[in-house]
């Protein structure tokens, strides 16, 4: 059915239960399955009235360290639940924005088939005001998404 599939994770909780459904189904389809955490490029903070706190928090090359390092253990958790559960799991970090397209862009260059990712399930103006990387997703891939809530 599947022969790779993308799991972009956000280090959630809901993306950590959404990793089970994608490392089951890569299983079941004895598919490939690579993970990978999409990291926005580094934004520097506006200006604010006063001393910002933590100073050093506002380079790109801290925010580079922080955000890497973040991501490898994000990556990480899912490489040990595959592990568990008798699978191999290849994974990525990308930098770019959006996002969504980010995820989409990979799936490309990875060749993959499918994606299975987490929705946060946000809805109202919390959905409007924060946006959803998934719904994005899951109206611009060319190929299946499985979303899992």
Request: aromatic share 6%; hydrophobic share 45%; charged share 20%.
């Amino acid at each position: 059915m599947f022969r790779h599939i993308l799991f972009p994770t956000d280090g959630s909780p809901m993306s950590h239960r959404a990793a089970k459904m994608a490392i089951d189904l890569a299983k079941t389809c004895n598919a490939e399955l690579t993970a990978v955490h999409v990291i926005p490029p580094f934004a520097p903070p506006a200006y604010v009235e006063g001393i910002l706190p933590y100073p050093e928090l506002y380079s790109p090359e801290e925010y580079k360290r922080v955000t890497e390092g973040a991501a490898r253990a994000m990556l990480a958790k899912v490489e040990e639940q595959a592990k568990e559960a008798g699978l191999a799991c290849r994974t990525a970090i990308v930098n770019a924005s959006p996002v969504w397209k980010a995820v989409i862009d990979t799936a490309r260059a990875k060749h993959c088939d499918a994606i299975v990712m987490a929705s946060h399930g946000r809805k109202g103006i919390e959905g409007v005001l924060l946006g959803s990387e998934t719904h994005r997703v899951l109206t611009h891939s060319k190929i299946p998404v499985l979303v899992c809530r």
